[in-house]
């Protein structure tokens, strides 16, 4: 069975301290694609990135990165120099090759204080 | 922009009232999904349709019920609810090939 799980259940920071969300993910397939999503307080569920498990190239996109790791079946996310503004819920999820459902661990609340 | 609607915003309805969910979609993919989404629990699949005319199972099935007539369309319903279908809904779209699902704003709805 695939399961994702996300043990930090809520994170506070400061404004301008990284932080690592951490995501790790079960499943028995050798092509699969792992996906982060942020929840703003306002509830919409926005995508931030897609990887699939052929391509362990982290990626950055501005003060976010993130860490692809098949050996130790993670996918992390890091947030450079946090703003209250990345005050959110974040989620990680994990789809099979050909199937599109998502697995969805159970989310992390990031709470970034001025 | 997710290309993707949800009606209503919220709800509140009684227990064993009947409950219709509109989702919409305007960007013509084939794919659709419903899930719900419950404090601790993350996201849940309950239904999801790959194409118009078919539906399927997700994880949560029970006590919900979708269709598929067109395309753009994927409503799901309540037949008789619960309180412990109180949750908040997302509808959600996908291009076969693409793999990332975009979703709806959601709906709030409470059964007492």
């Known amino acids: 069975a695939q399961k994702v799980t996300q043990a930090q259940t809520e994170i506070s920071v400061v404004e301008k301290e990284d932080v690592t969300l951490d995501c790790v993910y079960e499943t028995r397939d050798t092509t699969y694609y792992l996906f982060w999503y942020k929840q703003p307080p306002s509830g919409e569920l926005v995508f931030l990135i897609r990887?699939?498990?052929?391509?362990?190239q982290n990626e950055i996109s501005g003060r976010y990165s993130w860490n692809f790791q098949k050996s130790t079946s993670s996918f992390n996310f890091t947030i450079t120099a946090s703003q209250v503004v990345d005050s959110a819920v974040y989620f990680c999820?994990?789809?099979?090759?050909?199937?599109?459902?998502?697995?969805f661990g159970t989310g992390t609340r990031l709470q970034v204080f001025p | 922009i997710a290309g993707i609607t949800q009606a209503p915003t919220s709800q509140i309805l009684a227990a064993g009232r009947r409950m219709t969910l509109r989702c919409t979609q305007d960007m013509r993919h084939n794919a659709m999904y419903w899930y719900r989404q419950d404090l601790g629990l993350g996201l849940r699949l309950i239904h999801y349709s790959n194409t118009a005319g078919t539906t399927g199972k997700g994880e949560v099935p029970d006590g919900y019920s979708v269709s598929r007539a067109n395309t753009d369309d994927f409503p799901l319903t309540l037949a008789s609810a619960v309180p412990s279908q109180t949750s908040v809904y997302f509808c959600?779209?996908?291009?076969?090939?693409?793999?990332?699902?975009?979703f709806g704003p959601g709906t709030r709805l409470l059964v007492l």
């Open positions: 990887r699939n498990s052929f391509d362990e």
């Open positions: 959600a779209r996908t291009r076969t090939g693409e793999e990332t699902q975009y």
């Open positions: 999820a994990l789809s099979l090759f050909n199937t599109d459902k998502l697995i």
